[in-house]
C-alpha cells in the first residue's frame, strides 16, 4: 500500500537523520566549549550544548547534500547560529539589570568620593533610597549575572573578608593556570611530529574536520588518516611522559 511504503520512507529517514546526528555530537560540544570560553562564568555550558543539539537536528533535516557542501561544515553553522539565538533569546544581563548596575555604580562611585572609603551596604541603600533588604536582592541579581562584585557587605561585618563565592573549576585561577601549561605542554609535543602528523592533529583538532574530509584535503583514505591520527596521539603521549606527565591529574 502507497501509505506504507511512504511511512516506511518516512521511518528510513528519521533514522538516518539520528544517525547523523549521534556521529556529529562531538562537533555540538567543540563549537559550545568554543563559544563558551568567551562568555561570563554564569552562562552554562550545557545550555549552549543543548541549543547546539537542536541546530544539529535541524541541520540533519534540511541538509541537501547535492550542493556538494561536506555535511560538518554545513552544520557548524547551523549549531553555532542555534547557540548564538539561545544566547540572544537567554538575555543573560537585561537592559533593567544594566540600568541598575549603572545606578548602582553611579552611588557607589560618588559615596566612595564623598566617605574616602569603600560604602557599607547600608550606606549604598540609602544613596539609592530602597530598604536594605531590597539593596540585598538587587545586588544578588546583579551578582548572578556577573555585573556586581562579592565584596559588599553590612557595617558589623566592615573588618571581615569579603564574601566567598565560587566560581566554576574552570573559571579558577588556579585551574586556568594548569590548563596554559598542559596547552604549552601540547604544542611542544606537536613539535616533535613529523609535519604529516601535526597537519591531521590541527584539521582534526583545530579545524574540526572529519576523518574523511581531512583524507580529501590530504589525498589519502580516511583509513590511513585514522592510523596517522592515533600515531600521532601515542608519539604526543610519549613525548608527555618524558615531560613527566601522564595524567591530566598532574595539573
Avoid at 554564569?42 to 537536528?57: E, N, P, R, Y
Avoid at 547600608?122 to 530598604?131: L, N, Y
Avoid at 605542554?185 to 583545530?206: C, D, F, H, I, S
Avoid at 589525498?219 to 600515531?231: D, L, P, T, Y
Wanted: proline letters at 4%.
Amino acid at each position: 500500500m502507497p501509505t506504507t511504503a511512504a511511512a516506511q520512507k518516512t521511518k528510513g529517514s528519521t533514522a538516518k537523520r539520528d544517525r547523523v546526528v549521534m556521529e556529529h555530537l562531538p562537533l555540538v560540544k567543540a563549537i559550545a566549549v568554543r563559544v563558551h570560553e568567551n562568555l561570563p562564568v554564569h552562562v552554562d555550558l550545557d545550555d549552549l550544548v543543548h541549543a547546539g543539539i537542536l541546530g544539529l537536528f535541524d541541520a540533519a533535516t534540511k541538509y541537501n547534500p547535492d550542493k556538494q557542501v561536506a555535511f560538518s561544515s554545513y552544520a557548524k553553522h547551523r549549531i553555532k547560529g542555534a547557540i548564538l539565538d539561545s544566547l540572544r533569546q537567554l538575555d543573560w544581563a537585561s537592559r533593567d539589570l544594566r540600568r541598575r548596575h549603572k545606578q548602582v555604580e553611579a552611588a557607589t562611585r560618588d559615596l566612595a568620593a564623598s566617605l574616602q572609603r569603600t560604602p557599607t551596604e547600608t550606606e549604598i541603600a540609602a544613596k539609592m533610597g530602597v530598604e536594605v533588604e531590597r539593596w540585598r536582592q538587587m545586588a544578588l541579581d546583579l551578582r548572578n549575572v556577573g555585573l556586581v562584585s562579592a565584596s559588599t557587605r553590612a557595617a558589623e561585618q566592615e573588618d571581615l573578608p569579603a564574601p566567598d563565592f565560587p566560581s566554576k573549576p574552570e573559571t579558577q585561577p588556579d585551574n586556568m593556570c594548569a590548563r596554559r601549561q598542559l596547552r604549552e605542554l601540547l604544542q611542544g609535543a606537536m613539535t616533535r611530529l613529523p609535519e604529516r602528523y601535526q597537519k591531521v592533529v590541527v584539521l582534526y583538532y583545530t579545524n574540526e574536520m572529519t576523518m574523511k574530509e581531512i583524507g580529501g584535503v590530504m589525498g589519502i583514505n580516511e583509513s590511513r588518516v585514522s592510523q596517522i591520527h592515533k600515531a600521532a596521539l601515542e608519539k604526543m603521549a610519549t613525548a608527555l611522559e618524558e615531560a613527566g606527565i601522564d595524567s591530566i591529574r598532574a595539573f
